[in-house]
């Protein structure tokens, strides 16, 4: 059973910065994809920003510039640093990966961006 475990959320002024981490219980080499995803209250969830295996990324139009999504594969873990944090980026965080068509979720880490 692969575990995504998330930490890293809290309380921010905006402006402010946090790291997010996304800790793997199996080789993240296994996965084809890992990413971070959002959920605010009352929308959908949507997507932050990926990383495949050849540490290729990706990132949401609201998120480009501001967000940087890393990969350490001796800790088999996957970071999002967030900067420049706006009240609308506060959600629920979640990590997600992918191997080979079966998709694994963390069980998400609080944002709040708040004065």
């Known amino acids: 059973q692969v575990q995504l475990v998330e930490s890293g959320g809290g309380l921010v002024p905006p402006g402010g910065s946090l790291r997010l981490s996304c800790a793997s219980s199996?080789?993240?080499?296994?996965?084809?994809?890992m990413g971070w995803y959002r959920q605010a209250p009352g929308k959908q969830r949507e997507l932050v920003a990926t990383?495949?295996?050849?540490?290729?990324?990706s990132y949401a139009d609201s998120t480009k510039g501001r967000f940087t999504i890393s990969r350490d594969n001796a800790k088999n873990t996957v970071y999002l640093q967030m900067n420049s944090l706006k009240t609308e980026d506060t959600a629920v965080y979640y990590c997600?990966?992918?191997?080979?068509?079966?998709?694994?979720w963390g069980q998400g880490t609080q944002v709040t961006v708040s004065s």
């Open positions: 997600k990966a992918t191997d080979r068509g079966t998709v694994y």
């Open positions: 199996l080789n993240i080499f296994e996965f084809n994809s």
């Open positions: 990383i495949n295996v050849g540490g290729v990324t």
